[in-house]
């Protein structure tokens, strides 16, 4: 049984490479809320910190797992936990692999495991080959 | 420098940025994607707009150029500009002018809030490499008049920003071309060095 205390929240630069990765995700993992926050707002490519505080607060899960595509879209991410105050939401950007780390997450999430536990299952896809 | 001349100053750079665009666009397009000149110049197009009737302190001025470029840039510029005057917006609280000597403060707090935010530490290519040397060449001339400081500002920003030109980028988006993104200027190190010669010129102006 998914938990809906913790959500996802995929931040990118392309809204298509975010709704793909959620479609992706959400195949298997059905239950969980996933997020985007993708895109410059006027159709092109970029990320921004307003967008990300919106997406956040859209939300009503009480922890929002971060995850990124880009250095710049961390930045943006950095900014938006630092600058707003998004409620008592817990906020964690999380360091993995976009695709991987994310499904790893929600993978979690849906199995009903902490939030903790989704952190360290998608950080453990950094280290993970892929052909194996 | 007073506030009256921040706003001139800022206000400049959003005109200077319009003729750049194309300029700073192509030396992204080159080692980065190439969004650099737009999204500097609508950013700081929104950042002229705002200042128009601007009536409040120095300080609040750097407030609101930080909260302008953190919400309308778009790449790692926005954070990264966004964070330089949210820091220096700190360090001007209570201040009503920026002396000859408080230089040297007010951009080593700018280039601390990029080295924290874009994790640097100097020689990776990026704006910070202009950024830093800017601290000592204004402590430096901490006891200059004031276009003269700025003067010699100006030309240190030049000169890092033609030097990123050798290194090889480690950081960003330019990291992945490795080897081959020597050779090119890095666009963040080029737009720093605009904003400090746009600073000179306006408070070189007759009547500043």
Redesign the interface.
Known sequence: MASNSVALLLVSHSESLARGTRELIAAMAREVTIRIAAG?GEG???????GIETAVRETDAEEVLIFFD???AL??A??AVE?WDVDHRKLTIVDAPFVEGALAAAMAVQTGQSAEAAVQAAEKTRREPKRR | MQVTEAVAWFQAYADRLQQEKEHLTELDSRIGDGDHGANMARGWKAVKEELESFDQGLSECFMQVSKTLIAKVGGASGPLYGTAFLRMSMKLKGEASVSPGDWAELIQAGAEGIRQRGKVSGGEKTMYDVWAPLVDAARDGADLEETVLLRSLAETAREKAEATREMKATKGRASYLGERSIGHLDPGAVSTALLFEVLCDTLSREGM
């Open positions: 410059d092109g490519l970029g990320t921004s910190a307003e880009l250095g710049s930045m943006h950095e900014m600058m």
